[in-house]
């Protein structure tokens, strides 16, 4: 199995972030992450025009860690706009994505709905509930990040992943902070879609996230 490898890309200015892009490519990226709502003067046709590899458009809000200040609407159209100029796929949080759903339709195949605790890892039960509603959202690919407070709530991430992969769901899921380490090395073994990693160290975009360099280093170490 190939391992996919999503860089995650946050930058002022579109030809730093084209750059950055490129240079995640050549490290090895399978694909890169633009978080539209960092970018100055945006120009979606020139972004896609000049990155090579697929691309996960999302736009955050700032109480998704994000600077995007506009209305919720506003925020569905521009990576709706992004979805048609080029981006591989957009990423959504749940709660908007319930609410309008319908705006999206067109795009499904394309849509990752997101849930992101950074406070905890919620229950099983809750998770899986997470998961379901986001597959009625529209979800293509359901992501699901929490904040790994103990080693063992790394389980029940990985227990939500199988569930979603024996019921034939794309899925992500990501374990944050430094006890969710083990959550990004092992969970592609077991069927996460992708795995995000960062460009170098002062690219990180969560917490916990490891850098290209050193999960290639693991990947060539444990798994051949």
Known sequence: MKTKICVPICERRQGVAILKAKKAIKQGASL???????????????????????????????????TFDGSARARVDLLAEAAQ????????????????????????RKLIVSYHNYEKTPPLSVLEIKVKEALKAGAAIVKIATHINRIEDNAVLFEVLQRAVKR????????????????????????SYLTFVALDERSSTAPGQLTIGAFKKFLKQYAG
């Open 32 to 66: 890169v992450e633009i978080w539209l709502d960092c970018l100055n003067n945006l120009d979606l046709t020139a972004l896609f025009r000049e990155i090579s590899c697929p691309v996960i458009a999302v736009c955050k809000a700032r109480n998704e860690g994000g």
């Open 85 to 108: 100029l080029g981006a591989r796929y957009i990423d959504l949080d749940l709660e908007t994505a319930k609410k309008i759903r319908s705006q999206l339709r067109k795009h499904r």
């Open 168 to 191: 034939g769901t794309k899925i992500i899921v990501i374990g944050m902070g430094e006890k969710g380490t083990i959550s990004r090395t092992a969970a592609p073994f077991l069927g």
